[in-house]
C-alpha cells in the first residue's frame, strides 16, 4: 500500500526567508502523482502544486516549487520568500494514477514569524 | 465561478442518530470525493464518485455512505452516529477525478455528535 510521510509536525520560518517542507512517499505504482495543499485555519484545503510521476521537471507555481527526487522519492515543498500569510497546515499527498482516491500525510504545520 | 459548496457549515447530533451532509460541486465537474479529517487520524478517503457510480472507497464501516445525483451533486450519510464520528468532512471536485484537471476542496462541514 501507498505511504506518505511527513516527519516535520511543526516548523518556523522568519518573514521573507524560504522553508522547505518535507515530504517522502512509499509505492511501486509505476504511474502516479503528487500535491501539496494549504489548510489555513479557516479549513479549507487550498491546492498549491502537482507533480506527476513522468515529468522531467519540478513543478513551480509562482512562490512555491517542488523538489521532486523520484529515486529517493521525495517531493519536498519550497516556499521561497515566507509571508505572514503563509502560516497555515500544509499537507503532501499522493495519487496512484486510475486509482481514484488521494492519500495524504500527516500535515506540517508552518509558523512564519515577523 | 462558484466554488464546491458544502452545507451545513455547523452540525451538532446525538448518539445513534443520523446525519446526511450535501456537497455541490463546480459547475461542469462530474467528480466528487469526500474526506474525514479528525486530529488523531488526519485526513483520511471516504469514497469517490464520478458520473453517479462509486469509484472508490476508502475503509471506513458501512455506516458511512454516499450517493451522488445525476447534476453530480453528492451527499453523504452516516447512521448511528458515535462520538469519534466528529469531525471536519471535507468535499472535492473535479473535472475527470485524475490529478491532471486539480481538485478543488469546499469549506467543510464540521460534525459534533454529542
Known amino acids: 500500500a501507498q505511504k506518505i510521510t511527513q516527519t516535520q509536525p511543526g516548523m518556523f520560518v522568519q518573514e521573507k526567508e524560504a522553508v522547505t517542507l518535507d515530504c517522502t512517499y512509499d509505492?511501486?505504482?509505476?504511474?502516479?502523482?503528487l500535491f501539496w495543499y494549504k489548510q489555513p485555519s479557516s479549513g479549507e484545503m487550498i491546492f498549491l502544486i502537482y507533480?506527476?510521476?513522468?515529468?522531467?521537471q519540478n513543478a513551480t507555481e509562482g512562490r512555491y516549487s517542488l523538489n521532486f527526487q523520484k529515486a529517493r522519492k521525495s517531493a519536498n515543498l519550497v516556499i521561497s520568500a515566507s509571508q505572514l500569510g503563509d502560516s497555515a497546515m500544509y499537507f503532501c499527498a499522493y495519487y496512484r494514477t486510475g486509482g481514484f482516491k488521494t492519500i495524504f500525510g500527516a500535515g506540517t504545520r508552518l509558523f512564519v514569524k515577523a | 465561478k462558484a466554488g464546491v459548496t458544502q452545507t451545513p457549515r455547523y452540525l451538532i447530533k446525538t448518539r445513534g442518530q443520523q446525519v446526511t451532509l450535501s456537497c455541490s460541486p463546480i459547475s461542469g465537474h462530474r467528480s466528487v470525493s469526500w474526506y474525514q479529517q479528525t486530529p488523531g487520524q488526519g485526513l483520511q478517503f471516504l469514497f469517490e464518485?464520478?458520473?453517479?457510480?462509486?469509484?472508490n472507497k476508502g475503509n471506513f464501516p458501512g455506516r458511512f455512505s454516499g450517493r451522488q445525483f445525476s447534476n453530480s451533486r453528492s451527499e453523504m450519510n452516516v447512521s448511528t452516529l458515535e462520538l469519534g464520528d466528529s469531525a471536519l468532512y471535507l468535499c472535492?471536485?473535479?473535472?475527470?477525478?485524475?490529478?491532471?484537471?486539480?481538485?478543488?476542496f469546499g469549506s467543510g462541514t464540521r460534525l459534533t455528535v454529542v
Open positions: 464518485y464520478f458520473s453517479e457510480t462509486q469509484r
Open positions: 509505492t511501486s505504482d509505476p504511474s502516479y502523482g
Open positions: 507533480q506527476g510521476s513522468y515529468d522531467q
Open positions: 472535492a471536485s473535479s473535472l475527470e477525478g485524475g490529478p491532471s484537471s486539480g481538485y478543488t
